[in-house]
Structures are given as structure tokens and as C-alpha cells.
Nanobody
């Protein structure tokens, strides 16, 4: 129901825009989040966005570089990633949470997941 895309290989300092398409649901009714998982590491919260108001939340290390957004008319979500660093290398997943009141940074609290898109940042 969630399809992430847009990953790839990029040099340090470069940019990528990840997309997440929701099907069979209206994603604007859910809390949206992006997580990432590097090899051998646990899945890590990257960013989240409320339904309304559309407050956003970020992992400290990506603040000022990443921007989460959603286009409700297209049922799409995005993660714009600028000034990429090698430590951003991971598989990135979009996710949705039915609970729209409390923002959680734990992947266990999210109900729907995309299959992930791989981002590799070379130094």
C-alpha cells in the first residue's frame, strides 16, 4: 500500500528526493514518517509530519538538511534530502500511523510500511 522510490547513488553534498505513494488509503488521514535502516543497525526515525496542523519533527542530525512534505491531492509524501553525508547511507522507508495525536519516533508504533528505497552516499 506504500511504495517508496527515488533512492540512488549520490556523492557527498548532493541531493535526492524520495517519494512515497499510498494506494488504497488516504494518507492525509495518518501521521507520516520516514525511517532509515543502515546495514547492521536498527531502524531509525528520520522525520515525521502531523496531519493537521502539519507540524514536522526531525532527527537532530538531519535538521536543516532534510524536509518532509506531503501532497494530499496526489496521495504522495516526500523527503527532500540535501547536503547528503556518507552517514545518511541506508534503506529509507515511508510509514503511516493511525494515531494522529502523539508523534512517535519508534518504528513499532507505525502501522503501514513501504518496502524501502536504498540511498548510498559516497565520500
Amino acid at each position: 500500500q506504500l511504495q517508496a522510490s527515488g533512492g540512488g547513488l549520490v556523492q557527498a553534498g548532493g541531493s535526492l528526493r524520495l517519494s512515497c505513494e499510498a494506494s488504497g488509503m488516504s494518507s492525509n488521514m495518518y501521521t507520516l514518517a520516514w525511517f532509515r535502516q543502515a546495514p547492521g543497525r536498527e531502524r531509525e526515525f528520520v522525520a515525521a509530519m502531523r496531519t493537521f496542523p502539519t507540524n514536522t519533527y526531525y532527527l537532530d542530525s538531519v535538521k536543516g538538511r532534510f524536509t518532509i512534505s506531503r501532497d494530499n491531492s496526489k496521495n504522495m509524501a516526500y523527503l527532500q534530502m540535501n547536503s547528503l553525508k556518507p552517514e545518511d547511507t541506508a534503506v529509507y522507508h515511508c510509514s503511516l500511523r493511525r494515531n494522529t495525536v502523539v508523534i512517535s519516533r519508534s518504528p513499532r508504533d507505525y502501522d503501514y510500511w513501504g518496502q524501502g528505497t536504498e540511498v548510498t552516499v559516497s565520500s
